[in-house]
């Protein structure tokens, strides 16, 4: 049995199939993931992401701290609510998480605060780097496990979403803008999400979850699940932890270079050294978008990715993608690696096109 | 509990035959099969005139979640594929004991029907592989 978001008895009553993900309970699909990936991209859904970590960073050396923490740079967050993505590295500059951090206070003030969402399956060892990163400053570091979060997605997001809170709260929404988020009585409501569609991620107290859950279905939002949320995230071309990067690889061979503030020169974050060697010496390789437009099949993790007769990398990510009718990857090849490959699936090799990701925004194919 | 009609018969390997009293027989893949699949994305069946061997790999089912080999439950010649598969794989989902269906095969045996499990042994199978 593993942990179980306050959502659970929800998940179940709306006809869950449930799945183990990083040790929580967490729902697949409600029926068919496919269905509620195009209501995503068409219309709006919801999805449970309690399960993920939400820290929040205080103290008078929040921002140096975090400055130091992560390789993009907080300083950048020059308003009140904005959020930056950012790589958290280890002294070899491989990749311990990826995360959002939002500034919650106004910028420059003295006694910033700061909340970052980390994964959940890297929870354990997000925290104890972090608290092991604060050393004699003054931090103080607050996970905040009574937050529900409920991630509302696609181009009707954020209307369904103002039609049932207070007035108070839609004029709120209406004020943010894309990556940005507010504090609102105990909710914190943020223009973001996983998905390449516009839309909210809400983070409020577990005891109100199933209430909001329960009206934003009956608003018409279609409860989603991992599955969804998988082949979503993989054609918006957003990489996900523990598959596309972890300890391992740079920022710089994962698609994320830039999420890597190297301005000023003169700030040291953990992980700058070996980043700044390997940028210089060129990476060797990199990670990039696999499109199969022809035949049948389907790109998976792990399928070789063949160029000239010889392997040249392997896939990190792949699925069928619902929005494009066809399989789309994430892989991470030699540098050298062109504009035509082939895989290798079940024992024979299809062609695919080498293409920058994303794949699919706000509902329409990008790449090209 | 996933359905699993009477009338029908079954293999191990999770597809369905149904008997049309002629020779012939018509298959595809239990709601036991496609539930756990997951969505259906592409289904790849062997052609009209195709020899097939009880046993041998005869087609492959893509879903959201991972390729399976699909297995000819039957000896035979393949004397009808469903075509609007390649239109709509969701069939296989929606609708697995009919606009799911796979193919149709002329027997060379018509004593092999009697090696497959009826309705009763198959949902012990699917127990049994819980």
Redesign the interface.
Known sequence: MGNKTVLYPQHLAMGAKIVDFGGWDMPLHYGSQVEEHHRVRRESGMFDVSHMTVVDITGSDAREYLRRLLCNDVARLKQKGKALYSGMLNEQGGVIDDLIVYLMTEPDVSGEWYRVVVNCATREKDLRWMSDQVMKMDVALTEQPDLAMIAIQGPEALQRVKSVVSPYRQSLIDGLAIFQGQESEGWFIARTGYTGEDGLEIMLPEEEAEAFWQVLAEAGVAPCGLGARDTLRLEAGMNLYGQDMDETVSPLVSNMGWVVAWEPSDRFFVGRAPLEAERAAGPASKLVGLAMETGKGVLRHGQSVIVDDAVAGEITSGGFSPTLGYAVALARVSSATGAEAEVEMRGKRVSVRVVRPPFVRQGQKVYS | MSNIPNELRYVASHEWIRDEGDGTVTIGITDHAQDLL??V??V?LPEVGDQVSAGDDMG?V?S????SDVYAPLTGEVIAVNEDLEESP?LV?SDPYGDGWFIRLRLSDADELTDLLDADGYAEHCESES
Do not use: R, S
């Open positions: 997951g969505d994305v592409f790849e492959v893509e959201v979640k991972a390729a969701e989902n």
